[in-house]
């Protein structure tokens, strides 16, 4: 069985971790398998790219900043991520899908496959799967939906939008999008049981199949160890209660939840005032420009994780994980934690449910509760047999999320279908 999975970029963001995991996890479950990206970053990834010669880097690279700044001047708000999605490539003259069996869509926004090019694979004549791994495919542009329900109707008088009325550009894009999924028969996969129910309350894709299953994860990579020893390789006192928390592109991107992620330090700090903690905030991703002064606690920035091991050992060495994400099909970093047995603190939304279980191997505060959120972080520091609650994380990820679990569910699914 040959599968070809289609993503903007190899590596990039979640989306691009999650399909580099599962091409490695089908591969090793011997499903032939290859990632084809619009563009690549890593020449070492081992994926292919429509955008190897230098005609086909311009043109992506063209598309990727077309789709990328051109909408800016249309929002109201630019912390919500929305997509115009009026560029993209031509995908029924790629020899590689036509050779293959299946072709599993991902992440293609920034310029690879607008919805006319979508509709165009239908000339192939393959099976098509199409994992959603966040809002948009179900949505007339934005990525996070927070609370608008637009995307059960046709869009339309977006929030986001300037100019907002019942034929703007969310509406016009929900049309296109209309059209291309009624020409083209695929099978939704959702990472989780959350984005499950929204893709069938979708007015775009309710009468689409849909299989959830989530993200892979390695872990026999994430795994537990000595946290002594990982605080001493980082330089870290051993008496320091560590709060980790993760990459977030910058305070703009409003869905990460920095706002209330610094509100729920406050709240810390004022319900530790009588305690003798000496409480440290490990901040990974960022290098922390103009930052420092909405912390509100002691902190220490460790900058862009390129190398897993390091990435593994920053877990071990901490107490707790924060994840304050507002909204997300699934929550790779909050998963990476609890695989290397450090319990997570995060909202009660999303996909995140499907990960963080609460008081089983976490925390969850309802939505948007920094100070529930404080003593979440409270709860676990004080909990009274933290060993089990680790290992409760660690066989959870093992359990629903390795990448033979993974692997075996799409390899069903995918044999299924042909």
């Known amino acids: 069985m040959k599968v070809v999975h289609l993503n903007t970029y190899d590596g990039n963001g979640g989306a691009g971790r999650a399909v580099l995991r599962l091409n490695q996890a089908l ?58 999605q009026r560029f993209g490539i031509a995908p029924s003259g790629l020899n590689i899908l036509k050779e293959t069996d299946i072709i599993h869509i991902h992440w293609i926004n920034h310029g690879f496959l607008s919805p006319a090019d979508l509709a165009l694979l239908k000339q192939l004549n393959k099976k098509i799967v199409w994992t959603f791994h966040d809002s948009n495919p179900i949505t007339g542009g934005c990525h996070v939906r927070y609370t608008c329900i637009g995307f059960k109707d046709s869009c339309g008088f977006c929030p986001v939008l300037k100019n907002s009325a019942s034929n703007d550009l969310s509406h016009r894009t929900w049309a296109a999008k209309q059209k291309a999924y009624a020409q083209l028969p695929f099978t939704v996969i959702a990472p989780s049981g959350w984005m499950g129910k929204s893709v069938q309350a979708a007015s775009l894709t309710r009468n689409k199949p849909v299989e959830v299953i989530a993200n892979a994860l390695e872990t026999d990579l994430f795994v537990p160890g000595n946290k002594q020893a990982a605080r001493k390789a980082l330089g870290i006192d051993e008496n320091d209660v560590v709060l980790l928390a993760g990459y977030m592109p910058s305070k703009a991107d409003r869905h990460k939840g920095f706002k209330q992620l610094t509100q729920a330090l406050s709240h810390l700090v004022l319900l530790s005032q009588n305690s003798s903690r000496r409480l440290l905030l490990l901040f990974y991703g960022s290098a922390g420009q103009g930052m420092d002064k909405d912390i509100p606690l002691r902190h220490r920035f460790a900058g862009r994780i390129s190398d897993d091991a390091m990435l593994v050992n920053l877990y071990i060495a901490s107490d707790v994980f924060l994840f304050p994400s507002l909204e997300e099909s699934m929550g790779y970093t909050a998963l990476e934690s609890l695989s290397c ?78």
């Open 27 to 84: 591969n090793e479950s011997g499903i032939q398998s290859q990632v084809l990206t619009l563009y690549q970053f890593n020449a070492r990834s081992g994926v292919r790219s429509v955008s190897s010669s230098l005609p086909g880097k311009a043109r992506a690279v063209f598309n990727i900043f077309a789709e990328r700044y051109l909408i800016k001047p249309f929002l109201k708000d630019p912390s919500v991520p929305f997509s115009l």
């Open 341 to 418: 047995g450090t319990p997570v603190v995060g909202f009660q939304t999303s996909g995140v449910t499907d990960v963080v279980r609460h008081k089983e191997n976490g925390y969850l505060a309802p939505l948007g509760d920094a100070k529930a959120f404080a003593q979440g972080i409270l709860w676990i520091l004080d909990h009274p047999h933290k060993e089990q609650l680790s290992d409760h994380g660690r066989q959870w990820a093992v359990q629903h999320f390795s990448l033979k679990a993974v692997a075996q569910k799409h390899s069903d699914l995918y044999k299924k279908l042909i």
